[in-house]
């Protein structure tokens, strides 16, 4: 596997808290992303990066704010949460293979919003 | 926005027997990406497919890319316990982006 990590693992927070969670790699690849994945959505795009300070919002961006300050580490914040994102959070690296990007993902983050 | 659609979404088989998943696109793919999670895992990248009407095969699994590259399947011969899981088709949308499908959950009876 490659080297993403993710956390915290699992979390437990309250409506209205803010969360944030963290993924590091050690591949030194450019492009990260943050999917969330809920029964009978798939994988959904949150956010990514394509470099240090350079992120852009997916489909389902709202409520989300991302930061990435160095090549490493890309952080998703819940700005104030609902019960609306509990959900499974993976974090996903890539580089050019050919003509593809192929994705390489984390363990993943289990949230609860109570 | 580009749509990737997965058929079935369930499926249930004993063990032996074939399994097959589908994915459509609504626009053309430069390629296609399968994908693999394990109950409690994370997706696992299987193989890519690049040219129109391509066939690859992993042992069991045989991946096919439409003449239209606007299709795809997975077809596992003879599943085993070992091939549960949730599988996703995914297609390049924008500069370094997938959309994937929805996966299709596997559950296989010994």
């Known amino acids: 596997d490659a080297g993403i990590t993710q956390s915290p693992r699992h979390k437990v927070t309250e409506t209205g808290t803010p969360v944030t969670l963290r993924c590091h790699q050690t591949?030194?690849?450019?492009?990260m992303y943050w999917y969330r994945q809920d029964p009978g959505h798939g994988l959904r795009l949150i956010h990514y990066s394509y470099g240090v300070k350079d992120t852009d919002k997916g489909e389902v961006s709202d409520g989300y704010s991302v930061s990435r300050s160095k090549t490493e580490d890309f952080l998703l914040t819940l700005e104030s949460a609902t019960s609306s994102q509990t959900s499974v959070y993976f974090c996903?690296?890539?580089?050019?293979?050919?003509?593809?990007?192929?994705?390489?993902f984390g363990p993943g983050t289990r949230l609860t919003v109570t | 926005g580009q749509q990737v659609m997965q058929i079935p979404q369930y499926q249930h088989v004993q063990e032996g027997e074939d399994f097959t998943t589908y994915c459509n696109s609504s626009t053309t793919l430069s390629n296609i990406q399968w994908y693999k999670q394990r109950p409690g895992g994370h997706p696992v990248f299987l193989i890519q497919l690049v040219k129109s009407g391509e066939v690859k095969k992993q042992k069991r699994l045989t991946f096919q890319f439409g003449e239209a590259k606007k299709n795809s399947s997975l077809h596992i011969t003879a599943t085993q316990t070992t091939d549960v899981g949730t599988y996703f088709c995914?297609?390049?949308?924008?500069?370094?982006?997938?959309?994937f499908g929805q996966g299709t959950i596997l559950t296989v009876h010994p």
């Open positions: 591949e030194n690849h450019r492009y």
């Open positions: 996903a690296i890539s580089h050019k293979q050919g003509a593809a990007y192929e994705q390489y």
């Open positions: 995914a297609g390049p949308n924008g500069y370094g982006k997938l959309t």
